[in-house]
């Protein structure tokens, strides 16, 4: 490929995975294309083998980004998932940083902007979250805008800030994977870097909309029924590896999630 991408050095990989998602897909890479089209940034499109036409109605709107390296587009020939996805879009990443955007979400106006001034080169980081709103300009979480370094135990039972914009070093998510089978539970894999020495940071500003009216959000009520047997074992998991970090409120909390999903796991299976 040649063109912007080439002739100036990319900086930030936005990886935006997405599943019959063709009509919210638009807005998303729209929201990242003034930045990408500079060359610090490129869009890397993960079609998580969608069904509903996807792959060419991407291949025929961004036609001429594709051409010219600015945005790039890979499809998976089975379904994975989420984090599979994303797993896919961070082995082609270029740049030295990955934003995951989901694709029913857009970056802010001036998102770009702040992320580049947070994660900016030499920054003592490795992975940032940053807030996120609502379309109707809500801040999501309890806490307010703050600059705050968190570790593992903050990530896995003392989370505060709702759904974030996490952007993480290229060579930790290769290092670090998200778990496939899990098909999202990111979390486990932000505390596996944090334990391993990463530098966790919130980020004191906006930089996503979110939309949390879609049913088909992983976060949903029906999207969590639907992968209560993933995340009773996500829980498993955490309680295994993490158990040392956590505290004796932190360990029951996750007891607590997992017979909570264990028992809408087996529900679910009966019904």
């Avoid at 294309?33 to 940034?41: E, F, I, M, N, V």
Wanted: glycine share 8%; charged share 25%; hydrophobic share 45%.
């Amino acid at each position: 490929m040649s063109g912007v991408s080439d002739a100036v050095s990319i900086q930030f990989s936005v990886v935006i995975p997405t599943h019959n998602r063709r009509d919210l897909l638009f807005g998303a890479v729209d929201s990242v294309l003034t930045w990408a089209r500079t060359g610090r940034a490129e869009i890397i499109i993960v079609d998580d083998a969608s069904s509903d036409g996807t792959q060419q109605a991407a291949l025929e709107q961004y036609e001429s980004d594709l051409a010219k390296g600015v945005v790039r587009f890979a499809r998976l020939d089975a379904n994975t998932g989420a984090t599979g996805a994303k797993n896919a879009g961070a082995a082609l990443a270029r740049g030295e940083w990955i934003v995951f955007l989901d694709s029913d979400d857009q970056l802010s106006h001036d998102g770009a902007d702040a992320i580049e001034r947070f994660c900016h080169p030499g920054a003592d980081l490795d992975l940032a979250f940053f807030r996120c709103v609502t379309e109707e300009g809500r801040l999501i979480g309890d806490a307010p805008l703050a600059d705050v370094e968190v570790g593992v135990k903050t990530i896995l039972a003392a989370w505060l800030w709702g759904e974030c914009l996490p952007v993480v070093k290229t060579t930790m998510a290769k290092r670090w994977p998200y778990e496939v089978v899990l098909r999202g539970h990111e979390a486990l894999t932000y505390a596996r870097m944090a334990r391993a020495g990463a530098i966790v940071r919130i980020a004191p500003v906006v930089a996503r909309i979110y939309d949390d009216r879609r049913v088909d959000r992983l976060s949903s009520r029906t999207g969590l029924q639907r992968r209560a047997c993933q995340l009773a074992w996500g829980y498993m998991t955490i309680l295994r590896e993490f158990s040392f970090h956590m505290g004796m409120r932190g360990m029951m909390g996750v007891l607590l999630r997992i017979v909570l999903h264990a028992w809408r796991c087996l529900k679910g299976r009966a019904g």
